[in-house]
Each structure stands twice: as structure tokens, then as C-alpha cells.
């Protein structure tokens, strides 16, 4: 069966598995203290490993979801980068903060989402039905 994906659905899946890798590589490096992350963030570590940790498995579904062609997977890709994004704020504790490749990611796929919705959910109910055919 050929699976015909619209170029944003395939950056989208990009972006959703880099965000999975890149949480769980910040959550590893809490554990090991890498580089000394744990005194980079504001608030205490722990809360960043947990979530962190959690957000990336969501990020995962997310990847899954969207290759599936699942129309849930847009919406919780959009709250998860959201949640990304407000996320570097408190990370880093202050308003004018270092901008990031995390932070780059998470506005890319916050401006995709929000500007192609309509195609991608379009695109998303054509995968879903043919899979179902």
C-alpha cells in the first residue's frame, strides 16, 4: 500500500522524533548531571526529569499518531510544543531568555500546525481512511 504524505506531514514527523530524542537525551543528562544541567534551570531538576521524561514519551505518541495518519495526533503534537515552548521560560527562569534549539523546534512546529492545519488534517483523514479501506 503507498502511503502518499504531504511534505509538512513529513516535516512534522521529523520534528515530533527530534523532540522525542532530545528529551530523553536532557532527561539522561539530568540523571548524570551532564555538563552541570541540574544548576542551569530554575526551579529544582527533578521537575524537569520527570516532565521532561513524560513529555517525551508524549512527543513519541505524538510521532506514532501522526504516522498513523491520526487526526489527534495535530492537536497533541500543537499542545505538546506548547507546552515546549512556555516551558524554556521557567526553565531558564526569566522573560529574555537563550534561545535554543529546543525553543526553535517547538515554535517551528507551533507555526506549522497553526498555519497548515486545515491540509494537514485533510491529509491525516485521507491516511486514516485508506488504512481502514
Same mark, same amino acid.
Given at each position: 500500500m503507498k502511503n502518499?504524505? #504531504?511534505? #509538512?506531514q513529513i516535516f512534522l514527523l521529523i /520534528? !515530533?522524533?527530534?523532540?522525542?530524542?532530545?528529551?530523553?537525551?536532557?532527561?539522561?543528562?539530568?540523571?548524570?548531571?551532564l555538563g552541570g544541567i541540574r @544548576?542551569?534551570? #530554575? @526551579?529544582?531538576?527533578?521537575?524537569? /526529569?520527570?516532565?521532561?521524561? /513524560?513529555v517525551g514519551l508524549l512527543f513519541l505518541l505524538a510521532f506514532i499518531l501522526l504516522f498513523r495518519g491520526n487526526r489527534l495526533s495535530l492537536t497533541l503534537l500543537f499542545y505538546l510544543a506548547l507546552f515546549d515552548f512556555l516551558g524554556e521560560f521557567v526553565a531558564q527562569g526569566k522573560v529574555f531568555i537563550t534561545i535554543t534549539?529546543?525553543? @526553535?523546534? !517547538?515554535? @517551528?512546529? /507551533?507555526?506549522?500546525?497553526g498555519t497548515k492545519?486545515? #491540509?494537514l488534517i485533510t491529509s491525516a483523514g485521507q491516511a486514516e481512511s485508506s488504512e481502514s479501506a
Amino acid at each position: 500500500m503507498k502511503n502518499n504524505r #504531504s511534505l #509538512s506531514q513529513i516535516f512534522l514527523l521529523i /520534528l !515530533a522524533f527530534e523532540k522525542f530524542v532530545q528529551h530523553m537525551y536532557v532527561t539522561y543528562g539530568f540523571v548524570v548531571n551532564l555538563g552541570g544541567i541540574r @544548576l542551569a534551570v #530554575s @526551579l529544582d531538576y527533578r521537575i524537569f /526529569l520527570i516532565s521532561g521524561f /513524560l513529555v517525551g514519551l508524549l512527543f513519541l505518541l505524538a510521532f506514532i499518531l501522526l504516522f498513523r495518519g491520526n487526526r489527534l495526533s495535530l492537536t497533541l503534537l500543537f499542545y505538546l510544543a506548547l507546552f515546549d515552548f512556555l516551558g524554556e521560560f521557567v526553565a531558564q527562569g526569566k522573560v529574555f531568555i537563550t534561545i535554543t534549539v529546543s525553543f @526553535l523546534v !517547538a515554535a @517551528l512546529i /507551533l507555526i506549522m500546525i497553526g498555519t497548515k492545519r486545515r #491540509s494537514l488534517i485533510t491529509s491525516a483523514g485521507q491516511a486514516e481512511s485508506s488504512e481502514s479501506a
